[in-house]
C-alpha cells in the first residue's frame, strides 16, 4: 500500500480496495470505517460510473498500485475528492488520469496540488513516461488547472480534446 502525500493545503490518502468497494457500493459504511466525512455533491455521475469499473479491476484480484483510488482529505478530515489512473501505464508508458472534486474546490489551491503531487507520483515510476487527461467529462476550467501545471492540449483520433504531460530524461515535467 502506498502512502500519503502530503501537500501545505491538504493530504493524498490512498484507500484500501476495501474502502474503494465500500465507498462504490455503501457511502455511509465507507464514512464509518475510514472516520472522514464526504464532502456535499462530491460524487459525480461520471465518477461514479468510473468507480464501478474500478471496483471491477479491484475485484478481479489485480493488485498494482495503479489500480489505488486516491481520497483528498482537507480539513476535519474532510474528503473533498478522489482522483485515480485509468490503469496502469500501456505500452508507450502513459497512464490517464481522472479525478472528481466538490464544486466548491475546483480550481482550488489544493486541487493543483494533488494534481501536482499524484503525477509526481506517477512520474516517480519507471514505467510512466506520461500523464493524460481526457478533457469532455467535466468543465473546461479544468483545461486552466492543467495548462498551469505543465500539461500541453492536444486532439484524440476520436476528436476529443485531451492534455498530455511528458516526463523528461531528468524526470521533471515537460
Do not use: H
Amino acid at each position: 500500500m502506498c502512502e500519503d502525500l502530503i501537500g501545505d493545503y491538504g493530504i493524498l490518502t490512498p484507500l484500501s480496495d476495501r474502502q474503494s468497494i465500500d465507498l462504490s457500493r455503501d457511502v455511509e459504511s465507507f464514512e464509518e470505517t475510514t472516520d472522514f466525512i464526504l464532502a456535499p455533491y462530491l460524487l459525480e455521475s461520471v465518477f461514479l460510473d468510473q468507480l464501478a469499473e474500478k471496483v471491477d479491476t479491484l475485484q478481479s484480484g489485480i493488485e498494482t498500485d495503479w489500480n489505488i483510488i486516491w481520497a483528498m482529505v482537507a480539513q476535519q478530515d474532510t474528503v473533498v475528492g478522489f482522483l485515480d489512473f485509468a490503469g496502469p501505464p500501456n505500452d508507450r508508458g502513459e497512464v490517464i488520469l481522472r479525478w472528481s472534486i466538490n464544486p466548491e474546490w475546483k480550481n482550488s489551491p489544493f486541487e493543483r496540488e494533488a494534481l501536482e503531487k499524484l503525477v509526481g507520483w506517477a512520474f516517480s515510476r519507471e514505467e510512466c513516461l506520461s500523464v493524460s487527461v481526457v478533457k469532455g467529462i467535466s468543465e473546461a476550467d479544468r483545461a486552466a488547472t492543467l495548462r498551469r501545471l505543465g500539461f500541453r492540449g492536444e486532439q484524440t483520433m476520436s476528436g476529443r480534446e485531451s492534455y498530455r504531460c511528458i516526463k523528461t530524461v531528468e524526470g521533471r515535467l515537460l
